[in-house]
């Protein structure tokens, strides 16, 4: 089968390393905020260009973290997209606020500018844009329109690590930023991780309050908080892995590039790359099609593993039905939920598996 994911290929050197750390951590007797987490973070607010990075358990939290951390709870609402992993949306009901959902581009699948502006109300307090794929969302535009209507701008940067906008890193956008350590993420962890990146170090002091039962010093609780920490050993496993990154991203620009230059068929449309190559990570690799189910089927039998990000659009999900959304209706996202279908594009795969996928693409007769 030619894999979605292959941490099963990754090399012997970084079994190692991540071995190493995973042995520092449990030598040191320190297993939870220790100095992995704060090594991490800095590395991780230097790459990102935020003055802070707090780790928290995991993507959702972040954003459900962020959030609270700005005020934002019952009676706000706060506008995403209704293309993007469950997560972006639960953590804004987590928060106690409501989610508005605003329609995608058809083009690029990522969140409408025009859509949002729609949804702006008197309630509004923010806007959650998402890079979905590893796509940057036009964040100058989004910029704009926060700032001329008061909104405070919020990436999710879950499936955007190492991507730019602009020649800048995404994740200092906004107010801040959630990103995942997910296995599968563009830089990942052995388990679950996440952290937010903002350049309000107020923010930031939140954040770790949040985190950590709503602490301020020990056993004082000001605020109502999570247990939601990042911990020692994937902090340990994340420096592990960073160095990797940026050859990571290479090889999935390549991949990119080869599927943007092979397929050839008029049943499967790609969606376009964008004119600078920086601003996309490859997280995903989603083409749509009209006969998406039958394509999935033929790759299948031929070897071919593909997922589909997202078959269910947020709106349509039992716990958000009946929220507030664009006024004029959402059928761009309908259509891309019913005819997108992510390909095979990660780091490990062969030149020939790339090959193969491509000529089986190319052999589809709809
Ligand atoms: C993965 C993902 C999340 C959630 O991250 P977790 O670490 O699984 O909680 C949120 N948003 C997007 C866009 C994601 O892809």
Not at 5 to 11: G, K, L, Q, S
Not at 35 to 59: I, M
Not at 177 to 202: E, H, Q, R, V
Not at 240 to 268: C, F, M, T
Request: charged share 20%; with cysteine; aromatic share 6%.
């Amino acid at each position: 089968m030619i894999p979605m994911n292959a941490f099963i290929r990754e090399p012997e050197e970084l079994i190692q390393a991540q071995i190493e750390a995973v042995t520092r951590v449990i030598r040191s007797g320190w297993w939870i905020l220790g100095k992995e987490v704060q090594t991490f973070e800095r590395e991780w607010a230097n790459r990102t260009g935020c003055s802070n990075a707090v780790g928290v358990g995991n993507g959702m939290d972040a954003l459900e973290i962020g959030l609270r951390s700005l005020g934002i709870g019952p009676g706000d609402e706060v506008i995403t997209t209704a293309m993007t992993a469950f997560a972006t949306a639960l953590a804004i009901l987590r928060a106690g606020a409501t989610p508005v959902v605003a329609d995608i581009e058809p083009e690029t699948a990522i969140l409408s500018v025009d859509s949002v502006a729609r949804c702006i109300g008197p309630k509004t307090k923010a806007v959650i844009v998402v890079h979905l794929y590893g796509r940057s969302a036009p964040l100058d535009e989004f910029q704009r329109l926060c700032s001329s209507q008061n909104l405070h701008l919020i990436e999710d940067c879950a499936q955007a690590h190492g991507a730019r906008f602009a020649g800048k890193p995404v994740g200092c956008f906004g107010a801040f930023a959630g990103w995942s350590f997910y296995p599968t993420k563009n830089l990942g962890t052995i388990g679950d991780g996440g952290a937010l990146t903002t350049s309000d170090s107020d923010l930031a002091e939140k954040a770790r309050q949040l985190r950590n039962y709503g602490q301020s010093i020990r056993y004082h609780h000001p605020l109502k908080g999570l247990n939601s920490r990042l911990d020692e050993i994937h902090a340990g496993i994340l420096l592990a892995r960073l160095p990797s990154l940026d050859s990571w991203i290479e090889k999935r620009r390549q991949i990119a590039e080869a599927y943007h230059q092979g397929i050839k068929n008029p049943h499967v449309r790609l969606l376009p790359l964008p004119k600078d190559p920086a601003s996309h990570v490859h997280h995903l690799f989603a083409i749509t099609s009209p006969a998406r189910d039958r394509l999935a089927a033929h790759l299948q039998e031929n070897g071919i593993e593909t997922l589909i990000h997202y078959p269910i659009p947020i709106q349509e999900q039992k716990p958000m039905m009946n929220l507030p959304h664009d006024p004029a209706g959402l059928p761009a996202a309908k259509k891309h939920a019913a005819e997108c279908l992510s390909l095979p594009c990660n780091p490990f795969l062969t030149d020939t598996e790339i090959a193969t996928a491509i000529s089986s693409l190319n052999q589809f007769k709809g």
